[in-house]
């Protein structure tokens, strides 16, 4: 199992659109015991793109759930990241970055029926990739 290296109440950012925010510090999750990546200070993301089906049915709002939701944006827009531990890149398939979003909203506790609304809503959106 991975873990995220900040609480949520330690994640800073700021609004910098309608619906846009900018990271104000890094964002670190350790995906397993040899792959760590940070997201880098400045990264600018909507947090999550909710298709409406998805709004329908979990709250729309900021939550624990932004932890994990910034790291798949990241992974989707860059298709890649630079493993801190041995400072690889590690190129990134669709698949593993929706299975990555699972993991981290599974370490975060996020309750079940939620994770699988999240990853079904992530999976048939052809707008991440």
């Not at 910098?16 to 990546?37: C, D, H, N």
């Not at 827009?77 to 630079?82: A, D, L």
């Amino acid at each position: 199992m991975g873990k995220f290296l900040q609480d949520i109440d330690e994640i800073s950012y700021c609004q910098v659109a309608p619906g846009m925010f900018r990271l104000l510090s890094p964002l670190e999750y350790q995906i397993s015991e040899t792959e760590k990546i940070i997201v880098p200070s400045g990264y600018e993301t909507d947090g999550y793109s909710k298709p409406q089906v998805t709004k329908a049915l979990v709250d729309g709002s900021f939550g624990d759930d932004i932890r994990p939701a910034i790291v798949h944006d990241f992974l989707c827009q860059y298709h890649e990241f630079k493993n801190e531990y041995d400072c690889n890149i590690v190129k990134v398939s669709f698949k593993r970055a929706n299975d990555i979003f699972y993991q981290a909203m599974t370490d975060i506790k996020m309750p079940l029926w939620k994770r699988i609304i999240y990853r079904i809503a992530v999976s048939f959106n052809p707008k991440k990739w």
